[in-house]
């Protein structure tokens, strides 16, 4: 299958790069990541040992695949969704964080647009190379829930590349508990400047859990069926199974970049005042986070 990654950053080139086994893959980003890739090609380390070499490209207009897989920040999505328009794709995938980002690309591409989540751990460290530094999955499936050829056909070519993944019918439920598990982990860790781990008991780990417990809540307001306690249990199996890890959104805090937490904690906030809910630990959260971008300039 021909499979455009629109994002290589650490998940998207992880994700490219495991795809790149089977499949003939075009990894768009910058430089001088791609640069890099095209000299050396992307070497693949941490949990797995391997290089491939896929296509790079710093110009994501005019491309054609049978997949796109987008891995954007999604701050980013509007761009992205942009410059894929401008090419031709049987059919597109967002592993991104945070919500809104499938409806964004929908409204321009002219393909079925597939909602997915990744738990796979990931950081790009230089150039040319990328960490797994966590074995997980994808899951996908259309966006609106149900099932669908396009899914069928993407979850056969994660599959084939040695990716575990599964196809599933019951998607917003699954993005809503993606939504809470960030929630509850990237906005506490990167205020509070700690692994993941440190979420699993403590001071941090009771804003975590209120958070997604709040979040469960405005889920159940959508007509989705998630449950306060299966919100924590999900916060509490990620930040588990990543306890060694640096959240996305401390990676950015100190980088000094930019981050989604609009499209997390933020999309809570929304969603809950749009249906009449309170969510007092995800406001605050949200709040603190935009007081730190509002006050440093960002790349």
């Known amino acids: 299958m021909d499979i455009v990654v629109f994002g290589a950053g650490s998940l998207g080139s992880l994700v490219g790069g495991l795809l790149a086994r089977e499949h003939a ?11 890099a890739v ?21 110009d994501g207009t005019g491309l054609a ?43 321009s591409l002219d393909c079925p647009v597939l909602a997915g989540t990744a738990t796979y ?3 790009r460290r230089e150039p040319g190379a990328v960490d797994c530094t966590g074995r997980g999955e994808v899951v996908l499936g259309p966006r609106e829930g149900g099932t669908s050829e396009a899914a069928d056909r993407a979850g056969r070519a994660f599959s084939t590349a040695g990716v575990e993944t599964t196809v599933a019918d ?30 699993l008991d403590g001071p941090a780990s009771e804003v975590a859990g209120d958070a997604a417990r709040e979040t469960a809540r405005v889920a159940r307001a959508e007509g989705v069926e998630l449950g306060d306690d299966e919100a924590v249990e999900a916060v509490e199996r990620v930040a588990r199974a990543t306890a060694a890890n640096t959240s996305s959104m401390q990676q950015d805090v100190l980088a000094g970049r ?42």
């Open 170 to 199: 019951d998607m917003p439920r699954r993005l809503w508990e993606k939504l809470a598990v960030n929630a509850g982990i990237n906005a506490t860790t990167a205020l509070a400047r700690v692994e993941n781990g440190a979420l």
């Open 121 to 123: 751990g990931a950081v």
């Open 38 to 58: 095209r000299e050396s090609g992307l070497r693949v380390g941490g949990q797995f040992d391997f290089t491939v070499r896929p296509d790079a490209t710093t």
């Open 65 to 107: 695949a049978d997949l796109a897989v987008v891995t954007v920040k999604a701050f980013d999505t509007a761009a992205a969704a942009e410059a894929l328009a401008t090419g031709r794709f049987d059919a597109a995938i967002s592993l991104q964080n945070g919500m809104g980002s499938e409806e964004t690309l929908a409204a």
């Open 258 to 299: 930019r981050t989604e937490i609009e499209s997390i904690n933020g999309h809570v906030c929304a969603r809950a005042r749009e249906r009449g809910k309170s969510v007092p630990v995800n406001r605050t959260l949200t709040n603190l986070l935009r007081a730190r971008e509002r006050d440093r300039p960002q790349d």
């Open 25 to 35: 893959v075009t990894l768009v980003g910058r430089d001088p990541h791609v640069a």
